[in-house]
């Protein structure tokens, strides 16, 4: 059982440059979540999705986009990379809100933008 | 906004002791906290979870005490030991979705 699963694990990308990071889970959880974490900064949410085919903004959208074309897999974009968006990121993933189950974290991206 | 936060960034203990690192958050109408691990290069591991209507709730060597009056949660860890070196979260969720993290706290443990 391989629950969240990020790729990749590390990638150095040049400002402007674009790149998708990918989540999978093997849980068949409903949501799904991007966070980032940056020193001093905790976790932020990024984007989330409640299902297949949805997303909603997080509280820090802006640079990057998702989809969620199948329920298993939650894809985060950056169109056109920026130093500031240097950090590691998260994907986790929950059974739902409604019976308060923890989200789950795969082990995280990290990105430097140079 | 509402918030929740933890009280001290870093912890020292010697091993074999038992570790306390606290929690506050501000909305009053909480009802879920959960308790994170992270280690150095992982990603956040679910430890233990406490609803609104319980005041303890104890797992594998750890507890976690819940204190609605003055908003405030705890994480104790007993006998402390090297593996539990790591990063430690509290979270809610707020609204329908989020979850908010507290900054987290530094729990080096000493030989």
């Known amino acids: 059982n391989a629950g969240v699963t990020q790729t990749p694990k590390f990638r150095v990308l040049k400002t402007g440059q674009s790149m998708t990071l990918l989540c999978a889970q093997d849980?068949?959880?409903?949501?799904m979540y991007w966070y980032r974490q940056d020193p001093g900064m905790g976790l932020r949410l990024i984007h989330y999705s409640v299902g297949e085919g949805t997303t909603a903004k997080g509280e820090v959208p802006d640079g990057y986009n998702v989809s969620r074309l199948k329920k298993q897999n939650f894809l985060l974009g950056l169109e056109s990379a920026a130093p500031s968006q240097t950090s590691v990121y998260f994907c986790?993933?929950?059974?739902?809100?409604?019976?308060?189950?923890?989200?789950?974290f795969g082990d995280g991206t990290r990105l430097s933008i140079l | 906004g509402e918030s929740v936060g933890l009280h001290l960034p870093t912890l020292s203990v010697q091993e074999g002791d038992n570790s306390i690192i606290n929690c506050a958050y501000s909305n009053s109408a909480s009802d879920y906290f959960i308790w994170y691990k992270q280690e150095s290069g992982k990603g956040p591991q679910f430890i233990i979870d406490i609803r609104s209507n319980m005041d303890k709730r104890q797992g594998q060597r750890v507890t976690v005490l819940l204190n609605k009056t003055v908003k405030h949660l705890s994480l104790q860890i007993a006998a402390t030991q090297p593996g539990d070196s790591a990063v430690y979260f509290c979270a809610e969720p707020q609204g329908a979705q989020k979850l908010v993290f507290g900054q987290g706290t530094r729990l080096t443990i000493n030989p």
């Open positions: 986790a993933s929950s059974y739902d809100r409604y019976s308060n189950q923890p989200q789950h």
């Open positions: 849980m068949n959880h409903e949501y």
